[in-house]
């Protein structure tokens, strides 16, 4: 069943009539601007009775608008019973603790047994349509191999109002890592490396630019002439091994890249243990952590980062949110491993 969204276009309208759209909708009609773009093109908006299909087009102070909203489709994306680590979950949005090894979104490589296809089948008819479609809306990403907590909006006003919070880079974010070597303030060789410095407390501060590899377009790159601004702290948990050769680090994102705790710690000299990609060739030291250390370091099986607290505001309730996941068992036991001498 189709709804019709009325309403008047305010004073001095943006050039734009999908910008003035935006502007003007009423909220409860909880319509985003590229949503309302799709529906320009789609024939659904009316201007002083006319359809109009070009989002570029201008539209005048108090024109009357009427928008037609058909009811959400049912996604292409197949449902598939796989069982989820849910912390948290509400009419509007769900909170997950994501295992190492699952891909967040289906895509060519992955097209199914993926967080999406589990979460259309955990929550049915509870999907209250994302952009016209039942689907869950994925506002931020963790990579396959990482593990840890994401939120996910099951509504188009969680959809809009995370997707605002994490634009405004207000969602707090903390993760745990095992990096090579150890972060510290003392070491002469980090001061001199380029976009790092130090907070009081000893808290590294990784400052640069983000962008594709030149020739590995898989791969993210540290440039200090293009790309997007990214900035990443890092705080010595635990130094590990005698003398420490490597340490459990928390590091918490200002910006939110593409890999930007992989490529910053690693830009560093601190690559992740267990990083196939910015790992590097670091070896660890028997005579620090034991043979069983470097034997666990050496075949851990994925980089070493747990997406470990996650806080936000819910986007419908107003309610300020904080939730935390626990170290998963096969970074726990690299810990113990490490901490062993002999």
């Not at 969204?5 to 590229?34: G, H, M, N, W, Y």
């Not at 070009?54 to 608008?65: H, L, N, S, T």
């Not at 962008?211 to 790309?227: E, I, L, N, P, Y």
């Not at 069983?292 to 419908?316: K, M, Y």
Request: hydrophobic fraction near 40%; glycine fraction near 10%.
């Amino acid at each position: 069943m189709a709804e019709r969204v009325t309403f008047q276009i305010d004073t001095d309208p943006p050039a734009r009539l999908d910008k003035a759209l935006a502007r003007d909708v009423p909220e409860d009609a909880v319509l985003s601007r590229s949503r309302l773009s799709r529906l320009i093109v789609e024939g659904a908006v009316e201007i002083d009775g006319t359809v109009v299909t070009d989002p570029r087009a201008r539209v005048a102070e108090g024109a009357a608008v009427a928008i037609t909203v058909e009811d959400a489709q049912d996604s292409h994306i197949a449902p598939q019973y796989i069982a989820l680590d849910i912390v948290h979950e509400d009419a509007d949005l769900i909170v997950l603790n994501k295992p190492a090894g699952m891909v967040v979104h289906p895509a060519p490589g992955s097209p199914d047994g993926t967080l999406v296809n589990a979460l259309i089948h955990h929550c049915g008819d509870d999907l209250s349509g994302v952009g016209g479609m039942k689907r869950p809306g994925i506002v931020h990403r963790i990579d396959k191999e990482t593990s840890g907590l994401l939120v996910v909006a099951k509504s188009d006003a969680a959809h809009q109002g995370l997707a605002a919070q994490f634009a405004a880079h207000t969602v707090q974010r903390r993760y745990l890592a095992v990096c090579f070597g150890v972060p510290d303030a003392n070491d002469p060789r980090l001061r001199g490396v380029k976009g790092t410095s130090f907070e009081p407390g000893n808290i590294l501060k990784i400052q640069t630019l983000l962008g594709r590899h030149r020739t590995d377009r898989q791969k993210q790159a540290v440039s200090f002439q293009s790309g997007r601004h990214a900035v990443t702290r890092v705080r010595i948990v635990e130094p590990l091994g005698t003398p420490a050769v490597a340490a459990l680090v928390e590091c918490w994102l200002e910006t939110g890249r593409t890999h930007q705790i992989r490529v910053h710690l690693a830009h560093c000299g601190h690559g992740l243990i267990g990083d196939p990609v910015y790992g590097g060739r670091q070896k660890l030291a028997a005579r620090a952590v034991g043979e069983g250390g470097v034997a666990a370091a050496r075949a851990f099986p994925r980089q070493a980062l747990h997406a470990a607290t996650l806080g936000f505001v819910h986007p419908v309730s107003g309610e300020t949110l904080e939730f935390a996941a626990d170290l998963p068992e096969d970074m726990a036991q690299l810990l113990r491993d490490l901490r062993r001498q002999g």
